[in-house]
Nanobody, 121 residues
Framework: QVQLVESGGRLVQAGGSLRLSCAAS????????MGWFRQSPGKEREFVAG????????DYGDSVKGRFTISRDNAKNTMYLQMNSLKPEDTAVYYC??????????????WGQGTQVTVSS
């Protein structure tokens, strides 16, 4: 069983930056496709960023390209999402995800509990 624990969400002003972390329970980062989704009230869950397995190719959702950066530290078994130039429309619960497929875009086997990011205008 894989456990994912997100942290780092908080209230931030528009234009600001925030870094989210996702700590995995075991050597998940080197064995699974990993990434982030987000969900706002009344909206479907949206793909934000991902790293494929085994190729390690990075992929971003169109709404965050150029502003968000996904990275990982395999030694710490932790994945990060650096979010810059935040906009009010980035407000959402952000979820860490792991997939046994090549990309989390296909399906997700494990979800974190989510961390709230709120961007004020």
């Amino acid at each position: 069983q894989v456990q994912l624990v997100e942290s780092g969400g908080r209230l931030v002003q528009a234009g600001g930056s925030l870094r989210l972390s996702c700590a995995a329970s075991r050597r998940t980062l080197s064995s699974y496709a990993m990434g982030w989704f987000r969900q706002s009230p009344g909206k479907e869950r949206e793909f934000v960023a991902g790293v494929t397995w085994p190729g390690g190719i990075i992929d971003y959702g169109d709404s965050v390209k150029g502003r968000f950066t996904i990275s990982r530290d395999n030694a710490k078994n932790t994945m990060y999402l650096q979010m810059n130039s935040l906009k009010p429309e980035d407000t959402a619960v952000y979820y860490c995800a792991a997939s046994s497929s090549t990309t989390i875009r296909n399906y997700v086997n494990y979800w974190g509990q989510g961390t709230q990011v709120t961007v004020s205008s």
